[in-house]
């Protein structure tokens, strides 16, 4: 499996990092998220390989609901992939797991790729163990038989300079993956928090990491250094193991 690698822009235009944007589609997959109306020129203006995301899906399908921008409409636009339950949308949107998997839904019947952000923040670490944490995310969300990938972004790591250590995160994995078996859930492991050229390589070899999900980071130059990096390891890894 290539190694995926989605850039979020959040809530910024970001069309200026297209410029350049090389990468072997045959080795990595990469994935941009911007706003949704820039969808068309982020289109015209990138390599024909890269892949489009969403960063949200109403939990509505087409229909009288102003504001809104159901699943079906992304699909049709061109989106193959939808964000669902990213930590910004549960805080500022009070999107809870009756929200959330009313929005899986949507985007699994419309036919995108679901991406369900899961993680836990500073209180959850000090005050219960966090995988209770996770593990309540992830069946109050996730239903059985499905193919969604998992995005492991630990709120407290947004933003920080601070990341979970190789060690705690293939723990992390080891229990989404197995929690995924359970219920026949299918799809990617992803983490996303703090990540940059200066520690990508610390987080290449951890077991069960499936790629990575970068937010502010895909805004500025480094973006395409961590593109590089990943891509190079790639690499290095397949000629190894044809000898």
């Given amino acids: 499996?290539?190694?995926?690698?989605?850039?979020?822009?959040?809530?910024?235009?970001?069309m200026n990092m297209l410029e350049g944007l090389t990468y072997n589609p045959d080795i990595i997959e990469?994935?941009?998220?911007?706003p949704d109306i820039y969808m068309d020129d982020v289109r015209k203006n990138s390599p024909p390989h890269l892949k489009l995301a969403s960063q949200n899906c109403s939990?509505?399908?087409?229909?009288?609901?102003?504001g809104e921008t159901?699943?079906?409409?992304?699909?049709?636009?061109?989106?193959?992939?939808?964000?669902?339950?990213?930590?910004?949308?549960?805080?500022?949107?009070?999107?809870?797991?009756?929200?959330?998997?009313?929005?899986?839904?949507r985007g699994l019947e419309a036919g995108l790729r679901v991406i369900l952000c899961l993680g836990e923040n500073?209180?959850?670490i000090e005050g219960v163990n966090r995988m209770s944490i996770l593990?309540?995310?992830?069946?109050?969300?996730?239903?059985?038989?499905?193919?969604?990938?998992?995005g492991y972004i630990p709120v407290w790591s947004i933003g920080t300079g601070i990341a979970p250590s190789p060690k705690d995160l293939e723990e992390t994995f080891r229990n989404l993956r197995k929690w995924a078996d359970s219920i026949n859930v299918k799809g990617r492991i992803l983490y996303g928090g703090s990540l940059s050229s200066q520690n990508i390589e610390n987080y290449l070899n951890i077991k069960g990491c499936d790629g990575f999900m970068l937010g502010n980071m895909s805004l500025v130059d480094d973006f395409h250094e961590v593109l590089k990096i990943i891509q190079d390891s790639v690499t290095k890894k397949n000629k190894q193991q044809q000898y």
């Fill in 122 to 124: 500073c209180l959850d």
């Fill in 59 to 66: 939990k509505f399908k087409e229909g009288p609901f102003t």
């Fill in 30 to 34: 990469v994935c941009i998220a911007p």
């Fill in 70 to 105: 159901p699943a079906s409409l992304l699909k049709k636009k061109g989106v193959e992939y939808v964000i669902i339950g990213h930590c910004e949308r549960r805080l500022n949107f009070n999107e809870n797991s009756e929200v959330l998997t009313l929005k899986i839904r």
């Fill in 1 to 14: 499996m290539k190694p995926f690698i989605l850039g979020t822009w959040k809530a910024n235009e970001g």
């Fill in 135 to 150: 593990y309540r995310q992830f069946f109050s969300t996730v239903g059985k038989d499905v193919t969604i990938d998992i």
